[in-house]
Each structure stands twice: as structure tokens, then as C-alpha cells.
């Protein structure tokens, strides 16, 4: 394994639009996360952890080694799992199944979600998760953290750091986690959960 390269968007920068704009994703993508994978490369040069997976660099690094994987991962997971706006977009399959069983309905499951995810003070990310029995757990996770340090699997995320809204959003982070829903690629969240 050589170095870690930024992750290719599987969309075009303004397919997103108006949920998230094209000039926030070139902040936010092409400047934010090219930095973190700029200075991951830069802290592994020489590091007994050169060569190992990100995940595992996430579980086993400390400091800014980790806080930059920590970064790259989460910012994979989230930008991989968008898809261009859609009306009516909502989990299908046995995600969908689980989300009943485990918060009542998909209307709880999004309001808890959003309430989280605005609730979170500071930097960080909300996260849906499935523990080692596939119950679906919800947690705040403050800036690089990821679900995998506590042995869950991540499966969806919303980004809370300013950075991922102010432009589109200002301080309204509610306003920003709500509109998210329309751009989540479920099927994509889905293969996460069953795979």
C-alpha cells in the first residue's frame, strides 16, 4: 500500500445542488479533505503504521495521526453516500426492516437523527451504526472520532463541522441536517449495512 490519495467524488461537484452547494464541496472536498490526506501521508513517512489500512490506522494511531485518518475515513464514508436530489428518498431492504425494528418508525429514526446531530456541541459528526448483532445504534461522535473505535459498523453519517455547511447554511445547522435527507443514496447505505 503506498500512499493515501484523495477519494474521487462519484458525482459531479454541483450534482448535489441546492442541498449542498458546488462551491461548498470544493471547500469542503477539494481543500478540507485534500489536507487531511496531505498531512496523513506526511505523518506516516517513517511510522511503524506505513502500509496499514486506514481503518486500522484509525484504531491503532494517536494525536494528529489519527484525528487526519480519523478524518479521511469519516469524509469517505460521507461524501461516498450522497446521490443527486430526490423527492421522496428513504431506506429500502432489511436497513429499512432494522430502522423500524429498532426506533419505531422511519420518521423517529430521522427525527432522533437530526436532533443528535444538532445537538452535538463543537465539531463531529452523528452517525447510524450497527453493533456486532446488527442493532442499529445512533451516537455523536466530537471531531475525528469513528464508530469503529467502539466495534460498530459505520453506516451513515452527517458532517456537523461548520465547514460542511456554513457556506449553504450560516449557523443554521438544523435547516442543514434536514435538507440532507433528500441527497442520501440509500442503496449505498443498505450494501453498508449487509455486507
Known sequence: MGKFELMVLPYAA???EPVISKETIAFHHGKHLAGYVNNLNGLLEGSPLA???LEEIVLKAEGGMQNNAGQIL???LYF???CAPQVDSK???KLAEAIVRDFGSIEAFKEEFQKKG???FGSGWVWLSADKDGKLVITQEA???NPIQKGLKPLLTFDVWEHAYYLDYQNRRPDHLAALWQIVD???IELRYTK
Open 14 to 16: 454541483e450534482a448535489l
Open 51 to 53: 502500509g496499514l489500512p
Open 74 to 76: 469519516n469524509h469517505n
Open 80 to 82: 461516498g453516500q450522497f
Open 91 to 93: 431506506p429500502v431492504g
Open 118 to 120: 444538532a445537538m452535538l
Open 143 to 145: 471531531n475525528a472520532a
Open 186 to 188: 440509500w442503496e449505498i
